[in-house]
């Protein structure tokens, strides 16, 4: 097996040829870092890179498989880290030219469990400065570029993690989601990425400025892959306190199952999205799949929920102030400058207008709740527009109509708010041979059925065999 077809293998079926010594350890690992070194040059995935420290790992975890030690369900196997998470001994710079030498003591609890199931650590992929964008630039590495399109965005905030899946340098990458930021790229990327439900997946330590909405978990090429690593990170840790219980639930033993008792609910718009065309064709399309797995498929009529858009921005930018206040003076003039005009823009709210505004979140959830407690599923659009042009923060006109700054990503940060499990699989395709992602929203705590359906839906409509020309 030539060094291309290693990297194009999915992450259960690497791990199973590790298990079985049909591939080693050394072998996986000397073709995914050849694959970085020949595409990340053009597409800057990652921005940091451990390879010395990653072949020594992979030269001891080959050692263990020789001797017939235990291994863990991903002996040997590389991952890669978003520059927001800790990882002990790696930098950790979020983006930022404040951190640019930040080498944090501890890993983050998902780092820990990932190394305890025998992951490898091969790098930090890039991210927007402090996540707070979702696009993939920043002043420290510059912007990602979208593989399907170098001259355009992967999304963001995690997409140097869903380029670099797509670009099969890594079967798994770990983001981060605060308002999108798995969601988005995985569609802009045309790979799957799971936002668990918030507290599925313990976050600390860590930066502050999203520890109320941000969800921790994976980007990947198969739902089946996204699900065994479900297994390994989630769960109880009560150095988080949002953390939830451990239920001790597996998630692959009951990914195949029907979803003919479902009831599904279908949005084009949530009532006040402005939606491109092309993408609305993709995700009709595949809804109408989801109609013929389904006892059928209902649009949302019901849905009452108002626009949080306000909301959300007033949250994020008094966190993003707050934590940035006491760096402003020295690094105002290395800190993007967009970012620092939306914590300037923000900082003076007052206590009173930041409870109110976090009062009107949980009034979000009272809007949505009531279409969850007649239906299973939601099924939208994951982003309104296609990926667009790099150097961009988003796209101000959506079918002829002017819009919201964040019109194009309507469809993800209200989960965030409402904390509720939600999956982007690939749907289709632009003219442009651009992907185009499907939004799967669950009930609260309920990320199985969202992890069944797009397992189903991807084993009616498979996007593994389609590849950016790029890789």
């Known amino acids: 097996m030539d060094s291309s077809e290693i990297c194009y293998m999915s992450l259960t079926d690497t791990a199973e040829a590790v298990r079985t010594k049909e591939l080693s350890p050394v072998e996986i690992m000397d ?5 970085i070194e020949k595409l990340n040059p053009r597409v800057n995935a990652y921005c940091t890179l451990v390879g010395d420290s990653a072949r020594k790992h992979a030269a001891e975890a080959e050692t263990a498989v020789m001797k017939g030690e235990e291994l863990g369900p991903l002996h040997g196997i590389p991952v890669s880290i978003k520059d927001l998470t800790f990882t002990r001994g790696i930098r950790t710079t979020a983006g930022s030219r ?4 930040f080498v944090p003591q501890r890993d983050a609890i998902v780092v820990s469990r990932l190394k305890a ?3 490898i650590i091969i ?4 991210t927007s400065e402090f996540g707070w964008a979702a696009i993939t630039d920043n002043p420290l590495f510059g912007a990602t570029r979208n593989p399907w399109n170098l001259g355009l965005t992967p999304g963001g905030s995690s997409g140097g993690a869903a380029a670099s899946v797509a670009t099969c340098m890594g079967a798994l990458a770990i983001g981060s989601d605060g308002g999108g930021s798995i969601r988005i790229p995985s ?7 799971f936002a668990p439900s918030f507290g599925r997946v313990p976050q600390y330590p860590g930066f502050p400025a999203w520890e109320t909405l941000s969800r921790t978990g994976p980007i990947t090429r198969t739902v089946k892959d996204a699900a065994l690593v479900m297994e390994l990170i989630a769960g109880r840790d009560d150095r988080d306190r949002f953390a939830l219980p451990d239920t001790g639930l597996r998630y692959l033993p009951f990914l195949d199952g029907d979803l003919r008792k479902l009831r599904i609910a279908w949005s084009k718009d949530l009532g006040y999205a402005v939606v491109d065309r092309q993408v609305l064709q993709a995700t009709e399309a595949a809804v109408k799949t989801f109609d013929r797995l389904s006892s059928g498929v209902e649009e949302a009529t019901d849905l009452v929920a108002a626009n949080p858009e306000t909301t959300f921005s007033m949250v994020v930018g008094a966190n993003l102030a707050a934590f ?3 760096k402003m003076e020295q690094w105002c003039d290395r800190i993007d400058p967009a970012l620092v005009r939306f914590a300037e823009g923000h900082k003076d709210i007052s206590a009173t207008e930041y409870l109110k505004a976090r ?3 949980f009034q979000c959830w009272d809007g949505i709740r009531p279409l969850f407690e007649k239906y299973d599923l939601l099924l939208t659009p994951t982003v309104a527009i296609p990926p667009f042009e790099i150097g961009k923060y988003g796209i101000r006109e959506v079918a002829g109509t002017r819009v919201s700054p964040l019109n194009w990503m309507a469809f993800t940060y209200p989960f965030n708010i409402t904390g509720q499990p939600a999956a982007s699989v690939p749907c289709g395709w632009t003219d442009d041979g651009l992907p185009v992602g499907l939004q799967i929203v669950g009930k609260r705590f309920d990320d199985l059925t969202v992890l069944r359906a797009a397992f189903a839906f991807e084993q009616a409509s498979p996007w593994t065999d389609r590849y950016p020309a790029l890789s």
Do not use: P, W
Request: charged fraction near 15%; hydrophobic fraction near 40%.
């Open 31 to 35: 073709a995914v870092l050849h694959r």
């Open 98 to 101: 404040i951190y640019e030498n």
């Open 117 to 119: 199931a025998g992951a």
């Open 123 to 126: 790098g930090k992929t890039n």
């Open 187 to 193: 569609s802009f990327c045309g790979v799957f990425g």
């Open 324 to 326: 940035l206040q006491d």
């Open 359 to 361: 009062s009107e979140m």
